[in-house]
T-cell receptor, first 112, second 116 residues
Framework: KQEVTQIPAALSVPEGENLVLNCSFT??????LQWFRQDPGKGLTSLLL?????REQTSGRLNASLDKSSGRSTLYIAASQPGDSATYLC???????????FGTGTRLTIIP | SAVISQKPSRDICQRGTSLTIQCQVD?????MFWYRQQPGQSLTLIAT?????????ESGFVIDKFPISRPNLTFSTLTVSNMSPEDSSIYLC?????????????FGPGTRLTVT
């Protein structure tokens, strides 16, 4: 059974700093990995989808990397802003279907 | 991409009652999913809503408690039955994109349920 873990559970950094969020998964037989953002009490916004054949995917100030063999992904946020404050979740689809297994989430706070 | 709406956005319900949550997608999709997010927790899949057949439930979730309808390829409902305070959660529906197994998934804005 796939298990997805995110470290740290919470992170506070001053505005302007670069930061890295981590995601680990136990079963490397994945199609892709998706990073989401969730604001308090709200739904999920898809940030990046990285395919199993890719090593990196970029969107604006966000860069996601994937090392399938070691079961790890990172989300790099450059030049952080207070608007980046949210919970970040990674998720992988179960092999053979589209059901997602979610990580435990990292609650990010950017301090102005 | 897919645009998903949910109704209601939030509700406060009394113990023992039921609430039906609606999920509407702006395009036809094969599979729709219902997730629950309990306070301070990550998302857990409740069931997969298949058009034209019974929903498929995950371990720990049963049809009597969470009946699901899927009358067409753009709409689904989830009912939370005989509610207790433990059902207080955010309920989210999601759909896959055109990429199938390799594609992005999209989520609705969620329904925030509080049971008193």
């Amino acid at each position: 059974k796939q298990e997805v873990t995110q470290i740290p559970a919470a992170l506070s950094v001053p505005e302007g700093e670069n930061l890295v969020l981590n995601c680990s998964f136990t079963d490397s037989a994945i199609y892709n990995l998706q990073w989401f953002r969730q604001d308090p009490g709200k739904g999920l916004t898809s940030l990046l989808l990285i395919q199993s054949s890719q090593r990196e995917q970029t969107s604006g100030r966000l860069n996601a990397s994937l090392d399938k063999s070691s079961g790890r992904s990172t989300l790099y946020i450059a030049a952080s802003q207070p608007g980046d404050s949210a919970t970040y979740l990674c998720a992988v689809p179960n092999f053979g279907n589209e059901k997602l297994t979610f990580g435990t989430g990292t609650r990010l706070t950017i301090i102005p | 991409s897919a645009v998903i709406s949910q109704k209601p956005s939030r509700d406060i319900c009394q113990r023992g009652t039921s609430l039906t949550i609606q999920c509407q997608v702006d395009s036809q999709v094969t599979m729709m999913f219902w997730y629950r997010q309990q306070p301070g927790q990550s998302l857990t899949l409740i069931a997969t809503a298949n058009q034209g057949s019974e929903a498929t439930y995950e371990s720990g979730f049963v049809i009597d408690k969470f009946p699901i309808s899927r009358p067409n390829l753009t709409f689904s409902t989830l009912t939370v039955s005989n509610m207790s305070p433990e059902d207080s959660s955010i309920y989210l529906c999601s759909v896959g994109g055109t990429g199938g197994l390799f594609g992005e998934q999209y989520f609705g804005p969620g329904t925030r349920l509080t049971v008193t």
